[in-house]
């Protein structure tokens, strides 16, 4: 495909065709409602094909659809420069050496000062120019491992991010970053969590909810907050994002107990049923949890093997039968229902469950209220479904939940040891006990009244 229309397809290509328009234009579009003057900027693969995105001047992107078009006029030209000027990486032998592994998203990115775009930064010497402080913290090693969207990702993408960091921990290196998308961040981290056994350093998770063309942009913050974190004694996978909307401090997250609570906060990330491990401010951190696994000289091993054929589903008013028969004629080996409140399917159902399980398929019960444990022996009905075959799965989050019975089906086929394995703590996923203030923890309040 011509790159002067890179990531233009089908109705909105021809529709720049016919305007004689290309990537980089300055142009002004009139639609039904108004008129719109920016940058027409490249769109990614998996863009919309309806759309045209342009910078405004604001430096905020614009989609628009090519159905509201009426006339497009060029004013001008402002091409990208593609080629970011790179300043060496300084290295210095009194500080950590970081390998930071990229998946995609938009933290490691930085914004073109020309045209506004945001374009990929994955150098050492890039990633340098974009947050200089990274270089005060330590030495930096880059390398980008795949670039999907992160809602693209998948088992074999964390089996062979679990194969790098296990060579890079056992290589020497003193702590690994993941530049990851933040939608599906959690199954990523909880997926390594159980992947990687005997961890001997930190591997911190971070993202951005805002990309780098943004002033409000998370992006240096959350990068030189995850180095901090990665040069310290935590050797867990972790998640660290934004703690509040101040900007101010990230928090560090168990890489099982993590979720996405929100579509566009920068503090999105949350620990579910329990306090985060700590956080960092101003490149020093507070932990407030000491149960966790510390720095070792012990050696990183990838237990990798995962059954794909693993099934989440959502318990909802009307559920049929045919939702799981659907999966057992399919052929799947697990299965981790989603259920109302303690725990609770739809009776209707149980017919099928019966047969899910007389075929050999695993079933984990997890609670779609997401705080809380699942209490299956409260109701008549839970306790009928663990006669049946249900496993309860305690606090698990119906994510965190599906990544460990895939792992859990990777491991072994012999129904005592899955057992076994799903009751097993394995990494942190398991707490003894609800805390009250984790269902709307604000760690502001809790320093402020000195609870932490």
């Known amino acids: 495909m011509d790159d002067k229309l890179k990531g233009y397809k089908e109705k909105a290509r021809e529709l720049l065709i016919n305007f004689k328009i290309e990537i980089w234009d300055i142009i002004q579009v009139k639609t039904d409602k108004t008129i719109l003057e920016g940058i027409l900027l490249p769109r990614s693969e998996y863009a919309s094909l309806n759309y045209i995105e342009i910078k405004l001047e604001n430096n905020y ?3 628009i659809n090519i159905s509201d078009i009426q006339d497009i006029k060029k004013i001008g030209k402002r091409e990208a420069k593609y080629k970011i000027p790179e300043k060496s990486f300084p290295k210095n032998k009194n500080l950590p050496n970081l390998k930071l592994l990229g998946t995609g998203g938009t933290v490691a990115s930085r914004l073109d000062y020309t045209t506004g775009a945001v374009i990929p930064s994955f150098t050492p010497g890039e990633l340098f120019s974009a947050v200089p402080e990274l270089a005060e913290i330590c030495n930096l090693e880059c390398e980008l491992v795949f670039e999907i969207l992160s809602e693209n990702m998948k088992a074999e993408y964390w089996q062979k991010l679990a194969g790098k960091v296990k060579d890079a921990a056992n290589s020497g290196i003193d702590g690994i970053i993941i530049g990851h998308g933040t939608d599906t961040m959690s199954f990523t981290s909880a997926a390594l969590s159980f992947m990687l056994k005997d961890l001997s350093i930190p591997v911190v998770l971070v993202g951005s909810q805002r990309s780098s063309d943004r002033p409000s942009s998370d992006a240096a913050l959350n990068l030189i907050n995850a180095a901090t974190v990665a040069i310290s004694d935590i050797a867990e996978v972790v998640v660290t ?3 509040s909307t101040s900007h101010d401090y990230g928090l560090i ?3 099982t107990l993590v979720r996405k609570m929100h579509s ?12 985060p491990l700590g956080m960092v401010k101003n490149r020093k951190i507070k932990m407030f949890k000491d149960n966790y696994k510390k720095r070792s000289q012990s050696e990183t091993k990838a237990l990798i093997n995962f059954e794909k054929k693993v099934a989440l589903v959502y318990s909802y008013p009307g559920i049929e039968n045919e939702q799981i028969d659907f999966y057992i004629d399919k052929g ?3 299965i981790v229902l989603a259920g109302t409140g303690l725990g609770h399917v739809g009776t209707i159902i149980y017919d099928s469950i019966k047969r899910a399980i007389q075929e050999g398929i695993t079933i984990l019960m997890t609670t779609q209220t997401l705080h809380g444990f699942v209490g299956m022996n409260v109701y008549s009905t839970g306790r009928e479904l663990q006669n049946i075959g249900v496993i309860p ?6 994510e965190v939940g ?4 895939g792992w859990v089906l990777g491991q072994t086929n012999n129904p005592e040891e899955i057992k076994e394995l799903l009751y097993t703590n394995i990494a942190g996923e398991f707490i003894e006990r609800e805390l009250p203030i984790a269902f709307n923890y ?4 809790l320093l402020k009244n000195k609870k932490l």
């Open 61 to 63: 992107n614009v989609g």
């Open 241 to 243: 994002m934004l703690g």
């Open 253 to 255: 997250h168990r890489g």
């Open 264 to 275: 566009s906060y920068r503090n999105t990330f949350r620990t579910i049923d329990e306090i």
């Open 332 to 334: 799947y080996k697990g």
């Open 393 to 398: 799965g305690r606090n698990l989050l119906p």
């Open 402 to 405: 599906y990544v460990k019975l």
């Open 442 to 445: 604000n760690i502001d309040e």
